[in-house]
């Protein structure tokens, strides 16, 4: 098992920056593909981006490409995501994700963090 915690959520205006971090602990952490999704209350869990179990192709959600970056540093077993030119639609939690065998768009992780509360003003 892994446990998931993740930080660096705020209140910003639009236009700034944000990285979110998600620390694990327990579990070797290259065994696990990560993910970083988002929810706005009454709405679904959103796909925002994720990131192998070896950091290779990346990919994210069409509402962030080219303004959100997912990294992890095994070393640290930390995994993060960069947000850049924030928008007042960005607002939502933030939740990062785990699993050993999916990777992929869907809430199929099988370890999930306790969020973190991204607000954007405009």
């Known amino acids: 098992q892994v446990q998931l915690v993740e930080s660096g959520g705020g209140s910003v205006q639009a236009g700034d920056s944000l990285r979110l971090s998600c620390a694990a602990s327990?579990?070797?952490?290259?065994?696990?593909?990560l993910a970083w999704f988002r929810q706005v209350p009454g709405k679904d869990r959103e796909f925002v981006s994720a990131?192998?179990?070896?950091?290779?192709?990346?990919y994210y959600a069409r509402s962030v490409q080219g303004r959100v970056s997912i990294s992890r540093d095994d070393a640290k077993k930390v995994v993060y995501l960069q947000m850049n030119n924030l928008k007042p639609e960005d607002s939502a939690v933030y939740y990062c994700?785990?699993?050993?065998?999916?990777?992929?768009?869907?809430?199929?992780?099988?370890?999930w963090g306790q969020g973190t509360q991204v607000t954007v003003s405009s």
């Open positions: 327990g579990d070797t952490f290259t065994r696990y593909a």
């Open positions: 990131i192998s179990w070896t950091g290779a192709s990346p």
């Open positions: 994700a785990a699993d050993r065998g999916y990777y992929g768009e869907q809430t199929a992780y099988d370890y």
